[in-house]
């Protein structure tokens, strides 16, 4: 199941662009999955302590993602500053946790992998962010 099919069944129409609206609800839901397991990997390296500031910057960004998505999928009583809040502190979340992950790419798969999830993530999300 996918977002924009969800949201097909809302009952009274949706302000927002919902090409952009699913795929940030989508690109949300990936990143908070990316980032809460690359930050139980970082734990289960060797290194761990070299990892502290990944693995608080991954579960921090994974609980505003989920947050996040979760304010999106929410449409009645919609409130465009909430939306435009949200989605700000998610962009400068996603981009702060892939420059993290980005540090340790070459060194962890599972930090390389994160990374792409938080940009493409912070791509949807400011994708979104444009339309209101």
Do not use: F, W
């Not at 465009?80 to 980005?102: D, F, M, Q, S, Y």
Request: glycine residues 4%.
């Amino acid at each position: 199941m996918t977002a924009a099919e969800m949201l097909a069944t809302y009952p009274t129409p949706i302000e927002l662009d919902l090409t952009k609206l699913a795929a940030a609800i989508d690109a949300l839901t990936a990143c908070a999955q990316s980032c809460t397991a690359c930050a139980d990997a970082c734990l289960g390296e060797e290194m761990v302590a070299m990892l502290t500031t990944c693995v608080r910057t991954n579960l921090d960004c994974a609980d505003v993602c989920t947050a996040t998505a979760r304010v999106l999928s929410r449409r009645t009583g919609y409130d465009p500053e909430v939306t435009r809040g949200v989605l700000e502190a998610c962009i400068v979340t996603c981009r702060a946790c892939a420059a993290e992950c980005e540090q340790h790419a070459k060194m962890h798969e599972h930090c390389r992998i994160c990374a792409e999830a938080c940009r493409a993530c912070e791509k949807a999300c400011g994708e979104l962010l444009a339309t209101l």
